[in-house]
């Protein structure tokens, strides 16, 4: 069963700018961060409030004007595996749930638009959870 918005992801061309709005200008609270193989920070996740979250990846932006730099919605499920079945009942068309490298499971689906919903279900050890308790 969905629980609520878990997070909107948006891609940003300037990952310092984006954070600089959204924790300076919008006052919110940077919650955790992406960094890769070599330590570069690559996105991050801003608390909104509650267990919501933006989050922001640094990225190529496509033409704004057409599409935005909207990435995917993401909705905080209680269980994925019963939440997917109950999906592929209704023929609708969702990926197998996987971990994901925030320690989430995480599945994926599409509006009949196409725009892309990605399922959350946190874990004890999901970086979400674990911002949240400091938060």
């Not at 961060?33 to 640094?58: C, M, P, Q, S, T």
């Not at 209680?78 to 969702?94: A, H, M, P, S, Y």
């Not at 599945?107 to 674990?130: C, F, G, V």
Request: glycine share 8%; with cysteine; aromatic share 10%.
């Amino acid at each position: 069963m969905i629980k609520g918005i878990a997070h909107v992801c948006y891609t940003v061309k300037d990952l310092e700018r984006a954070i600089r709005f959204y924790c300076d200008t919008l006052k919110l609270k940077q919650a955790f961060e992406f960094r890769d193989a070599k330590g570069r920070r690559f996105g991050v996740y801003i608390h909104v409030g509650g267990r919501n979250f933006i989050e922001l990846f640094e990225g190529e932006l496509a033409d704004l004007k057409e599409t935005g730099s909207y990435s995917h919605l993401c909705l905080e499920v209680d269980n994925i595996e019963t939440t997917v079945k109950g999906l592929r009942e209704q023929e609708i068309e969702v990926s197998d749930p996987k971990m994901g490298g925030d320690g989430s499971w995480q599945a994926w689906l599409a509006d009949p638009d196409r725009n892309r919903i990605e399922l959350h279900q946190y874990t004890t050890e999901s970086k979400q959870e674990m911002a949240l308790k400091l938060l």
